[in-house]
């Protein structure tokens, strides 16, 4: 299986080699692509060195999958050359996301929607991801109505820039700033660009990628999204309306049953999620659960999964497996 990582040497692609290994991932050569500025610098990955290549480069050797996280505009160039090249895409960026032609995936929800013939598959926003695998059993019983979630986003969806502002401004350090304030002792309620709606590309994604991934364009979905300073992973304060009432025991039951959830659910000795337990975890962690007095029907979470692993790296990697295993590749 020959495997090429596309922006090999940025935060993402970081992970996704060492999730590759730590899943042992069966990749029998592994091709490194980033810009033309890091072509000729060597990963290692399981005890060997690969030179980083360009784009055409990595067409030309001919790899089973590409695995892109090199931001939206090269995956927009470059995906459909892979692609024509018989070269299935897992794309990591929003360029293909609300393409009706492209699958939307999270594996333990809609993965068998996959088909040998679909070549650009698209990989959703990290706050999105952790979101839907917490109420996607919910939904399948429930049905839900309506979400209103608020994020609390680490610094690390940004990039290195941002983790770097981080570092300098708690070293009282001058330097290159990836927000338009400080980050560290604050809480930036702007993450990505702003739409003319007056929301965020951020909070916008968590509503079409939300209704695209659940199949469902009849719920509604409000968010705001808040950069804060953390580094181990997104949390969510998650409000979910839904059209048949539930018991709180058998909610606890379907989420303790839910593929890739974990509760953590237990007042009275203060465990909840947070992202110092959830950084470096592939797991999205739900908590916090409780019935919302103020109407019915109405359930509250708190949703924490690490942004980089399942909510990028881990996602697309898994996406790949199932490709494998179903013989897809």
């Given at each position: 299986m020959k495997v090429a990582v596309v922006g090999a040497t940025g935060l993402v692609g970081q992970v996704m080699l060492k999730v590759l290994e730590e899943r042992h991932f069966p990749v029998s050569e592994l091709i490194p692509v980033a810009s033309e500025r890091s072509k000729g610098k060597l990963i290692h990955f399981k005890g060997t060195d690969y030179k980083v290549v360009g784009l055409q480069d990595a067409i030309d050797m001919k790899p089973n999958v590409a695995l892109f996280s090199a931001g939206g505009s090269t995956s927009t160039e470059w995906a459909p050359k892979f692609a024509e090249a018989g070269i299935t895409v897992i794309d990591n960026s929003s360029a293909w996301r609300m393409d009706q032609s492209k699958k939307l995936v999270v594996p333990e929800i809609n993965a068998s929607q996959l088909t040998a013939s679909d070549k650009i598959i698209a990989n959703p926003n990290c706050s999105t991801i952790q979101m839907v695998v917490a109420l996607a059993p919910l939904h399948k019983k429930y049905k839900i109505k309506r979400i209103v979630v608020s994020t609390y986003q680490s610094i690390t969806g940004t990039g290195v820039k941002a983790v770097q502002q981080l570092e300098n401004e708690m070293a009282g350090v001058s330097g290159e700033m990836a927000y338009p304030y400080p980050i560290h002792q604050n809480a930036i309620p702007h993450c990505d660009v702003f739409e003319d709606n007056g929301y965020t590309k951020e909070e916008m994604k968590l509503v079409r990628e939300t209704q695209k991934i659940l199949d469902d364009r009849t719920i509604a979905v409000t968010a705001t999204a808040v950069r804060i300073p953390t580094a181990g992973g997104h949390s969510e304060a998650v409000n979910v309306e839904f059209y048949n009432d539930f018991d709180l025991s058998d909610v606890r039951q379907l989420l303790n049953n839910a593929e890739g959830v974990v509760v953590q659910d237990n007042i009275d000795v203060n465990t909840y999620p947070m992202p110092i337990y959830a950084n470096g975890k592939?797991?999205?962690?739900?908590?916090?659960?409780?019935?919302?007095?103020?109407?019915?029907?109405?359930?509250?979470?708190?949703?924490?999964?690490?942004?980089?692993?399942?909510?990028?790296?881990?996602?697309?990697?898994?996406?790949?497996?199932?490709?494998?295993?179903n013989n897809l590749l």
């Amino acid at each position: 299986m020959k495997v090429a990582v596309v922006g090999a040497t940025g935060l993402v692609g970081q992970v996704m080699l060492k999730v590759l290994e730590e899943r042992h991932f069966p990749v029998s050569e592994l091709i490194p692509v980033a810009s033309e500025r890091s072509k000729g610098k060597l990963i290692h990955f399981k005890g060997t060195d690969y030179k980083v290549v360009g784009l055409q480069d990595a067409i030309d050797m001919k790899p089973n999958v590409a695995l892109f996280s090199a931001g939206g505009s090269t995956s927009t160039e470059w995906a459909p050359k892979f692609a024509e090249a018989g070269i299935t895409v897992i794309d990591n960026s929003s360029a293909w996301r609300m393409d009706q032609s492209k699958k939307l995936v999270v594996p333990e929800i809609n993965a068998s929607q996959l088909t040998a013939s679909d070549k650009i598959i698209a990989n959703p926003n990290c706050s999105t991801i952790q979101m839907v695998v917490a109420l996607a059993p919910l939904h399948k019983k429930y049905k839900i109505k309506r979400i209103v979630v608020s994020t609390y986003q680490s610094i690390t969806g940004t990039g290195v820039k941002a983790v770097q502002q981080l570092e300098n401004e708690m070293a009282g350090v001058s330097g290159e700033m990836a927000y338009p304030y400080p980050i560290h002792q604050n809480a930036i309620p702007h993450c990505d660009v702003f739409e003319d709606n007056g929301y965020t590309k951020e909070e916008m994604k968590l509503v079409r990628e939300t209704q695209k991934i659940l199949d469902d364009r009849t719920i509604a979905v409000t968010a705001t999204a808040v950069r804060i300073p953390t580094a181990g992973g997104h949390s969510e304060a998650v409000n979910v309306e839904f059209y048949n009432d539930f018991d709180l025991s058998d909610v606890r039951q379907l989420l303790n049953n839910a593929e890739g959830v974990v509760v953590q659910d237990n007042i009275d000795v203060n465990t909840y999620p947070m992202p110092i337990y959830a950084n470096g975890k592939d797991d999205v962690f739900v908590g916090r659960i409780r019935r919302d007095g103020s109407q019915p029907n109405t359930l509250n979470l708190w949703v924490v999964s690490d942004n980089l692993r399942k909510g990028a790296a881990t996602n697309t990697i898994q996406i790949a497996e199932y490709l494998k295993i179903n013989n897809l590749l």
